[in-house]
Structure formats: C-alpha cells, structure tokens
C-alpha cells in the first residue's frame, strides 16, 4: 500500500490519485465527504465525519475544516463568512482562525481537522484528541415560530421577530415616521424584509 502525504489544512488539490491512494485514505482514517467542486470559494459546507459534524471551508489557499457547531453557542459555522483565514459565526460574530483554530479575543481553541483533496473529492479525518463536539444550536423553523405564537397569550406574538408593532400603535405617519403606505396597496401582501426573516440560511451537505 502507498503512503499518501498527510498535509495539516489549509490543503490544496495535489495531482492525480490512483485507487491504491483512495485505499491508504480510508486505512488512514479520512472520509470521503463529497465533491470539492461543491465548495464555492470563501464558504463552507457541513458534513458527517464519523458521526460528528464537521464544517469544510475552501479557503484561496485550499480547505480547512472545524467542526459545524460554533463553541459558543453551537451556532451554524459553515454559514459562516469566510475572510482572511477565518470564518464568522452567523449568531454573535465569533471570529475562528480556520488554520490554528483560535477564536478571536477568547481563549477558546477549536480543532481543526486533517483534510485532503485527492481525486476531485474531499476526505477529512477527525483531529487527533479533538474533543467531544458542540452541540449544534437549535434550527428556527416554522413549525417552532407557529407553536411559539399559538402558545402566545394573545395568539400572535412572534417572539423571533425583534420589531413588531402591536395592532393598536398609532401609525408611523403619526408619529411623525415615514409615510403610510396609500390605501389602494392595504391589502396587498408586502415583502418580508431580510431582518425579519427568522430562518437561517440553509446549509446544503458536502457529503455524497
Ligand atoms: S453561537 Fe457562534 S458566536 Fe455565538
């Protein structure tokens, strides 16, 4: 069997890859986690590594992987923005450095774990005494905002929108605010804005 070069990640794509490499991947302990086209540049994709989340970034210098949920919080951090080596939670902005696993301005050091691109596919292995991984934070869906405002007292409280205005506040024109919308649209549905919008964006799956 031939040894295939094990690279700390960031890694990049490095030649051709026979069967007998895909063989010592899978002897070394990586899996195979899905097409490395399937990662756009600066984003990240999630995947089940030996029955833990893990989170695949391609980063300008190759991939790097974490695992999924955020130390923090558990946050979703292969929606995270990518920049500079690291990628962004999507719930309070945590900062983890993609290559040392260091959070920004925190103790807090995450695992970052062994990744290889060979033969257009992407295998990752679990680091060595990664830990027990985060629990994920719990998805927004519908059905949890439909329940939280069917056990509201008044039947329509949204506790996931911020700003709501009850029914019987004086209007925004009122108030001195911008104008209301003209009476011919009153019963046309608007557009949710994107701050209203309570669902995470979705995260599709690195994993064949
Ligand atoms: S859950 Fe990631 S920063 Fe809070």
């Excluded at 890694?11 to 899996?31: K, N």
């Excluded at 984003?43 to 089940?48: K, L, M, P, Q």
């Excluded at 990664?130 to 506790?159: E, H, L, Q």
């Excluded at 108030?175 to 009153?186: F, M, V």
């Amino acid at each position: 069997m031939r040894d295939v070069t094990i690279a700390r990640s960031p890694v990049a794509e490095a030649g051709t890859t026979s069967p007998a490499d895909l063989e010592a991947l899978r002897a070394g302990g990586f899996t195979d986690v899905g097409s490395s086209a399937d990662v756009p540049m600066l984003e990240g994709r999630s995947a089940t590594v030996d029955g833990r989340r893990v989170a695949v970034f391609r980063l300008p210098t190759g991939f790097a992987a974490t695992d999924a949920a955020c130390p923090h919080k558990g946050g979703p951090l292969s929606d995270g923005l990518v920049a500079d080596g690291c990628v962004t939670c999507p719930l309070h902005n945590w900062r983890l450095d993609l290559t040392t696993g260091e959070v920004k301005g925190d103790d807090t050091v995450v695992p970052i774990h062994d990744v290889v691109v060979a033969g257009g596919r992407l295998w990752v292995r679990i680091a060595a005494g990664a830990g027990a991984a985060p629990a994920p934070a719990p998805r927004v869906t519908a059905g949890a905002i439909g329940a939280a405002i069917a056990a509201s007292p008044t039947g329509d409280a949204n506790p996931f929108v911020a700003t709501r205005r009850p029914a019987s506040s004086p209007s925004a024109s009122a108030a001195g605010g911008p104008p209301r919308r003209p009476s011919s649209t009153a019963g046309t549905p608007t557009p949710r804005s994107a701050s209203e919008d309570p669902s995470p964006r979705s995260s599709s799956t690195a994993a064949a």
